[in-house]
């Protein structure tokens, strides 16, 4: 031991250094809440595997996102739950479809809450999968392209902010920029799911949003959770693609990637803390096993420390509410 004594504890010797010295702090500005809209007036339908969370129609998602925009945060992440399924996806690229009335009616009562959309297939494809089903059951990449960059489109006529694609197809958001520009949309943002990774993880997600594959698996698409330098080849395409923001997912199984991907680039990028995650926090402190408020807090707080600008997360409201 070096002399005289090395003594890091001096630096935690009262609440007022720790408070100097800490390195990460996150606030009700990091975080996104996500919201699931159906059709319909007056529904508030609880997600078992969630608790806490609803699928809303627009009129009670107001409310909802009004509470949200109270206790300080300032984005939403949307996702849609259609009345019907089709082979094509018709309903993610409606111009009343279910999320682009909900941007419409949360960009009229809030003008300055950022309105994300997620923009993916799986929630509105009779099948499930996030793209084009071939009829082996494969997804065609390039016909979900066309897909893709007409969604963003109708999302961002709807008054969106950012459109936050989800598919994992090559080429997305190079398409998705060449659309929204060519339809006077250059201020529209793209939050890329650049590193999105076939996770078990999503398990409460694909109940809450209606949205397993009726078969097979999404593998062939989202990443295999054993690479990480396949993520940093993601990142790198989709920045130069014009990705405004890139986003890792999940986020605490993956902090090793996020830390490479913030390290990789110059653009935000943000975490998904995603479904599975939430419900296990959720489970242990229904059980006593764990203290919800610290527990969920020391996550958040180090999904930030691995280098996430922003996180999604379904605890944001409870978070940002903790933090206040
Ligand atoms: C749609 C999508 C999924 C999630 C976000 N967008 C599910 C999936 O890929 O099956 C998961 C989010 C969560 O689990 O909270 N492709």
Known sequence: MAFPQERPRRLRASPALR?????????????VMPFFVRPGRGVKRPIKSMPGQFQFSVDELLKAAGTAVAA????????????KKDSQASGAFARDGVVQRAARALKGRFPDLVVIADLCFCEYTSHGHCGVARPDGSVDNDATLELAARTAVSQAEAGCDVVAPSGMMDGQ????????????REQTLILAYAVKYASAFYGPFRE?????????????????PANSREALREAALDVAEGADMLMVKPALPY???LAAV??????PVAAYCVSGEYAML??????????????TLEALGSIKRAGADFILTYHALEAARWLA
Do not use: H
Not at 72 to 83: E, K, N, T, Y
Not at 173 to 184: E, F, T, Y
Not at 284 to 294: F, I, T, V, Y
């Open 19 to 31: 408070n100097l010295v800490r390195e990460t702090v996150l606030r009700p500005d990091d975080l």
């Open 72 to 83: 300080g945060i300032p984005a939403v992440i949307l996702f849609g739950i259609p009345d």
């Open 173 to 184: 958001v190079a398409a998705i920029r060449k659309a929204l520009d060519g339809a006077g």
């Open 208 to 224: 809450a949003a209606e949205s397993p594959p009726k078969s097979g698996d999404r593998s062939a698409y989202q990443m295999d």
């Open 255 to 257: 902090l090793d990637v």
């Open 262 to 267: 913030r390290r990789s680039c110059l653009v």
């Open 282 to 295: 959720k489970a242990a402190a229904a059980q006593g096993w764990l203290d919800e408020k610290k527990a």
